[in-house]
């Protein structure tokens, strides 16, 4: 029985452990994607559509704490609605909620030099699949051949101290139109790094959280199995779907999800060399379907067009799936 598919392998030996894109965000997907459980908090009840306006790719400014100066009167019979521990957790979640938005604004945009400075070597490991870190240096070398992917954070919300100099939010976002939700955990970065007035909270890592598709998102079924995806339905009024996989086969395959320039075709896929996916491609999400079981691909805002579903994970002899017949399309209707 062969293990689980390594993550590396869609990469030439002498890269990084992989690229955010396709390969790149295969792990965090995966992991996203084996927790995605009927039953999980409604994540897209906080309204997938109503982020905010994008922010720049810089290092925010802190949030500082409202302080309390006169103790609230403990006879008082109404129970006060905020106390200082919320607002202390609300102006956490604040400046957090800045730092992330600013992440995803230099990932969008693919400012490597701010992200480097915004996220530890942890978490740069983690952009590539990696649980290995990744230096900035190693991060800056390789980022401009993968190029940007979309990321837009939705909400952040549950700002939490874990201990000295160590704090967490849970995020919603969307990266391609995949919609995520994880918790991503803070440190401050190194004395001396920030001016006095800057957030010194960067991210250290994210770990996937259970995620409620959108309530009015279409469901499409996706069979995988040695060597072939069928779905069914075929087309779907979207802009909200959720390909639910299930693998019928003893080993893993994935639903990744590409918008092809016109002409372009999975045969010029397979000519491309990796890590990076091709100029003629977009990302709009991944998730790995584990051998014999279902994993949810959650998607959000589909333009009308085709979409076509692919499996990269390569047989015993390095050949694509796809190569073996894991190809298929739907369509979002006008
Ligand atoms: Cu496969």
């Not at 890592?205 to 998102?217: F, G, K, N, Y």
């Not at 010029?268 to 890590?275: I, N, S, V």
């Amino acid at each position: 029985m062969p293990g689980r598919p390594k993550r590396q392998r869609h990469l030439p030996p002498a890269q990084p452990p992989r690229s955010r894109a396709p390969g790149g965000w295969r792990v965090v997907a995966m992991v996203a994607a084996l927790t995605v459980a009927i039953g999980g908090p409604a994540a897209s009840e906080v309204g997938v559509q109503n982020a905010a306006a994008a922010a720049p790719c810089a290092i925010p400014a802190a949030v500082v704490a409202p302080v309390a100066a006169t103790p609230l009167p403990v006879s008082d019979a109404t129970p006060v609605a905020t106390s200082a521990a919320d607002m202390e957790s609300a102006a956490l979640t604040a400046e957090l909620d800045t730092v992330a938005r600013a992440l995803a604004a230099c990932l969008s945009q693919g400012k490597a030099g701010t992200v480097v400075e915004l996220a530890t070597a942890r978490y740069l490991g983690q952009l590539y699949a990696s649980d290995l870190p990744l230096s900035p240096e190693e991060y800056l070398q390789i980022a401009p051949q993968l190029g940007p992917v979309e990321t837009r954070i939705v909400s952040v919300t549950d700002g939490r101290r874990l201990g000295p100099g160590r704090v967490s939010a849970e995020v919603v976002s969307v990266v391609g139109r995949q919609l995520l939700r994880s918790r991503w955990d803070f440190e401050k970065a190194p004395a001396g790094e920030r001016t006095p007035n800057q957030s010194t909270w960067r991210v250290d890592r994210e770990q996937a959280l259970p995620l409620i598709p959108p309530a009015d998102a279409d469901l499409l079924s996706v069979t995988l199995q040695d060597y072939a995806i069928a779905i069914d339905p075929t087309t779907t009024s979207g802009p909200d779907v959720v390909l639910r996989g299930e693998n019928l086969a003893a080993q893993d395959h994935e639903m990744l999800v590409l918008r092809f320039a016109a002409g372009f075709t999975t045969e010029d896929l397979l000519r491309a060399a990796g890590p990076a996916l091709p100029k003629q491609t977009t990302y709009v999400g991944q998730a790995t379907v584990p051998a014999g079981g279902r994993a949810d691909l959650v998607l959000t805002g589909l333009e009308p067009g085709r979409y076509t579903v692919v499996c990269l994970f390569p047989a015993e002899d390095g050949t694509p799936h796809l190569a073996l017949g894991m190809a298929t399309t739907f369509e979002v209707e006008r």
